[in-house]
């Protein structure tokens, strides 16, 4: 089912209330909220949290221009559990004297939402531009522009149509929330046709949750002659799971659990760690977190202090990946993981004990110490990524997936004998219907392992 919009609504704040409220006649049954907060003369955030029908919406993106002609757009949402039919939108801010819009936005759709695509602009621009990513996913972009001229001066293209538009002619700035016309499962670029002038631009994409897993590699990197690392930064979605798995060749190292010092409300639990392949130190960890992050200086932000300490020596090789999976259950995402070594062979296998539902997917990762020959997975596997380094020491890594089968003998290849270790798992998806949890041990691990 393509998403569509339910009902929109606009209120216009011109009070110095600390508590905005609004009504807004959603339908019977709506799977997602929206709601935008665009303001002019400062490019203050007076926004502190938003209900709708007392339920918390959490936001998804905010732009700001501090020069020139100041302002500020917002993009809140909430993706499941909405609550159906006439319900009031009450806004936490600040007494300021700024002007603000308000537009509330239900969806329908077949089920739950989420964001999987979410950008920003601000500046002195003229027609300003982003293009939402939809992972062929069915969803509809929705867009929030502050602009230092008219309403009418600033075009949408053709795929767009206007929600609502006000100019704000007494604080010198207009407003304008539009939507993608008709939504569909492709990539969306969402612009504007209009002269130089101070913008703030949020464009948000609401997309149906899909009921087996996607997995979408969020944040990656090598990692040479470093004595540790911190992952790049990356958005937590509303409710999705997160993996990390992280590579130290020739090295023992340690790892913070905290992605930052106040967690965004996710806790990292370790589920798999190899240890000492061939009585080396080659190391590989997997950790998991999954849930709702909080909010983080009101935008929903990653972990930008992931930190990895490698063991003090600085001519250690070392790698990171942080995969966000769709479509997983939330309360129970790993239904199995395994791990297994392998000494002076040319391929590794993880046996996984039979999969509990058809549209579980599995994910394997697999490094060896020897970067020369390409490691290969089976057919039908996806490459997520993979990375080499000649060293010293040398190593090679791939990770894949399995999109549309539940291979529970994940095997990958490589044309030259090598040391390997491998970690794979199971991922539930959220139509599976029940949750059991198997804990599957090789016997490399009982050897290997020192968790």
Not at 154 to 165: L, R
Not at 264 to 291: F, N, R
Not at 292 to 320: E, F, L
Request: proline content about 4%.
């Amino acid at each position: 089912m393509t998403v569509t919009v339910d009902v929109a609504t606009e209120s216009i704040r011109t009070d110095t209330s600390t508590l905005y409220s609004f009504s807004h006649a959603g339908g019977t049954f709506p799977r997602g909220v929206a709601v935008s907060v665009i303001h002019g003369v400062s490019s203050t955030d007076h926004i502190s949290g938003i209900t709708y029908g007392g339920v918390s919406l959490k936001r998804q993106k905010t732009a700001s221009r501090s020069a020139g002609e100041p302002g500020r757009s917002d993009w809140w949402f909430l993706g499941k559990s909405v609550p159906p039919g006439t319900q009031n939108v009450v806004a936490s801010l600040s007494a300021t004297t700024d002007d603000i819009q308000f537009v509330c936005v239900t969806l329908n759709a077949a089920d739950d939402l989420f964001i999987s695509d979410r950008l920003h602009l601000s500046g002195d621009i003229n027609d300003p531009s982003v293009t939402l990513e939809s992972f062929d996913l069915p969803g509809m972009a929705l867009s929030a522009l502050y602009w230092g001229g008219g309403a009418s001066s600033a075009t949408p293209n053709a795929n767009m149509t206007a929600v609502h538009t006000h100019d704000f002619a007494g604080q010198s700035f207009s407003a304008r929330v539009d939507r993608q016309t008709t939504g569909d499962t492709a990539d969306f670029i969402n612009s504007y046709d209009t002269n130089q002038d101070d913008t703030a631009l949020v464009a948000i994409r609401p997309t149906e949750k899909p009921a087996i897993p996607l997995v979408v590699i969020r944040n990656s990197g090598d990692h040479g002659g470093v004595d540790s690392f911190t992952t790049g930064s990356f958005f937590f979605q509303y409710d999705s799971v997160y993996l990390i798995f992280i590579m130290a060749a020739d090295e023992s190292f340690t790892i913070d659990p905290g992605p930052d010092a106040d967690g965004h409300g996710l806790t990292w639990t370790p589920l798999e760690y190899i240890s000492d392949i061939d009585q080396q130190t080659d190391q590989q960890i997997l950790w998991v977190a999954q849930g709702v992050g909080t909010i983080n200086s009101g935008v929903t932000t990653g972990p930008t202090s992931m930190s990895v300490t490698i063991d003090g020596n600085s001519i250690d090789q070392s790698s990171h990946v942080v995969l966000e999976i769709f479509g997983a259950d939330i309360a129970d995402p790993i239904v199995q993981h395994a791990q297994n070594t392998g000494i002076n062979t040319t391929a590794i296998s993880v046996a996984l004990n039979s999969f509990m539902d058809i549209n579980n997917r599995p994910i394997l990762f697999a490094t060896n110490d020897n970067n020369s020959s390409i490691i290969s997975e089976e057919g039908g596997w996806t490459t997520l990524y993979e990375s080499s380094d000649a060293g010293p020491p040398q190593w090679y890594e791939h990770l894949a997936w399995h999109a549309s089968s539940s291979d529970n003998t994940p095997t990958m290849t490589n044309s030259i004998a090598a040391d390997w270790g491998a970690i794979a798992l199971e991922i539930r998806a959220r139509s599976t219907p029940f949750t059991r949890r198997i804990f599957v041990k090789s016997q490399a691990q009982h050897r290997a392992n020192r968790w």
